[in-house]
């Protein structure tokens, strides 16, 4: 069945992505990790429909954020990134997927890894723990390309601040800020070593983005001797818009 | 209709009129897959028909791949919503696994290195709607893809295609693999958009 949601907030995440937040008066809730369809009508009744992670962790508000990449030759990222203004109305459908969540009931240590735009579920993630006073130890690494690309600095570096079982590391692919202590560079086994959780502590592992990051970052753990039934994915390729 | 989106234009394209409800076109091949891609090697790897209890038949790399092949081109749709046309596979037909198999079986469980696992109704396996596919636009399957070979299904969504594809069970009554369990709809014909559980 499909939701009508009013765009009640906009918000510029970098020059490419823009957080957009409905408010669904009957939303169901969701977990994190979730995603949600999102169906786009024009007047002459054609319509598309894309997938987008949500942002947002659980709450009483039926509020629901989701941040969209825009992607050159896109048909709907463009339309919601630039098109899209406070007041507008969205269908939504979901929440969908049951596989790739983080419920606040778990308390183990958990591995998030980022590549690009495959922050987003991986931010519910860690609004989700914040807004349950979990206190899960989180780890993220989060590749990006570079400074200006990420997505969330300051609610991050907030978030890191009032809490020290949460860390975060970037590691950016081509430019680094002066005071990044690596070089750019893709993630390798080193970074891995010296950013996520060791295998004896068997944490879970949450790993976003295009696919080529996916399969490097999940041979890289595989390799570090985290077991493969701890890791769960989520891809998208370069023109599937699922972020 | 629904809501309409103010200045929403979308855009048309002829390969429309080909299309499952939903579902809008890409010419690269996006993966989903649940957990890491495994990696399997030839000398490792075995095809299993079973039944639950007995192993019926069995195939290492070098019989499967005595088996006679077809080359197939066939669209396939995927429930995040891309569909690809005009794919070219090259696979051992399910009927010819099949082919001296005695059964009263209705549905089957494909099993994946992996873990992964889907149900399908043995029905839609047979009669020249199913393969084992090995090679993909001419070259060996790549492992994001499902390679060594996977189940390839595309008449329903794709996550029906076990990738990584180890063998399947002969069951008499259905019972969900990973995603129909995880919300996803037990059958999942593109056509009829089942896409989620409540559908339908």
């Not at chain 1, 007041?87 to 009931?105: I, N, Q, S, T, Y």
């Not at chain 1, 970037?170 to 005071?179: E, I, L």
């Not at chain 1, 890289?220 to 077991?227: C, D, E, H, P, T």
């Not at chain 2, 390839?152 to 063998?167: I, T």
Request: proline residues 7%; charged residues 25%; hydrophobic residues 35%.
């Amino acid at each position: 069945m499909w939701r009508v949601g009013t765009v009640v907030a906009l918000h510029d995440e970098t020059t490419t992505a823009r957080t957009i937040t409905l408010e669904v008066p009957d939303w169901p809730g969701h977990i994190a990790g979730q995603h949600v369809d999102v169906r786009v009508t024009a007047p002459d009744g054609y319509s598309a429909v894309r997938s987008y992670s949500i942002a947002s962790a659980p709450n009483s508000e039926r509020r629901v954020e989701i941040t969209v990449e825009r992607l050159p030759n896109g048909e709907v990222s463009p339309y919601l990134t630039q098109e899209v203004a406070v007041g507008d109305r969205l269908e939504l459908r979901g929440p969908v997927g049951g596989w790739f969540v983080w419920r606040a009931e778990q308390t183990e240590p958990i591995q998030l890894i980022a590549g690009g735009a495959g922050i987003v579920p991986l931010m519910a993630m860690i609004r989700s723990r914040a807004s349950a006073g979990s206190i899960a130890p989180f780890r993220l690494l989060y590749s990006v390309r570079e400074p200006r690309a990420v997505f969330y600095r300051d609610e991050l570096h907030t978030l890191c601040d009032q809490d020290r079982s949460l860390m975060v590391t970037y590691a950016y692919t081509r430019v680094a800020p002066m005071d990044s202590p690596r070089p750019p560079g893709r993630i390798n086994a080193p970074l891995i070593a010296d950013a996520t959780w060791p295998s004896n502590l068997a944490p879970t592992c949450y790993v976003c983005g295009p696919t080529s990051f996916v399969e490097s970052a999940t041979d890289l753990l595989g390799a570090s001797g985290i077991g493969r039934d701890k890791i769960r994915t989520e891809r998208f390729g370069s023109t599937g818009e699922r972020k | 209709m629904g809501t309409i989106s103010r200045g929403f234009t979308g855009r048309r394209s002829s390969a429309d009129a080909k299309l499952p409800p939903g579902q809008y076109l890409t010419t690269d091949f996006p993966v989903l897959s649940a957990g890491p891609t495994p990696h399997v090697p030839l000398d490792r790897w075995e095809f299993v028909i079973d039944d639950g209890t007995n192993v019926l038949r069995k195939w290492d790399w070098k019989s499967f791949r005595e088996l006679p092949t077809e080359t197939i081109t066939v669209d396939i749709h995927c429930v995040t919503r891309w569909s690809k046309l005009g794919t070219v596979w090259e696979g051992v037909s399910i009927d010819t696994l099949l082919a001296d198999i005695q059964t009263d079986a209705s549905y089957v469980m494909a099993h994946s290195y992996g873990d992964y696992t889907t149900n399908l109704p043995l029905d839609d396996l047979r009669n020249k709607q199913a393969w084992i596919a090995f090679r993909f636009d001419g070259k060996d399957l790549a492992p994001e893809h499902g390679g060594p070979a996977r189940l390839l299904v595309p008449h329903l969504y794709l996550w029906k295609s076990a990738k990584w594809v180890r063998g399947i069970t002969l069951m008499q009554h259905d019972k969900p693999g990973f995603w129909e369990s995880l919300g996803y709809h037990i059958y999942g014909d593109p056509w009829r958009e089942q896409r989620y559980s409540g559908d339908e």
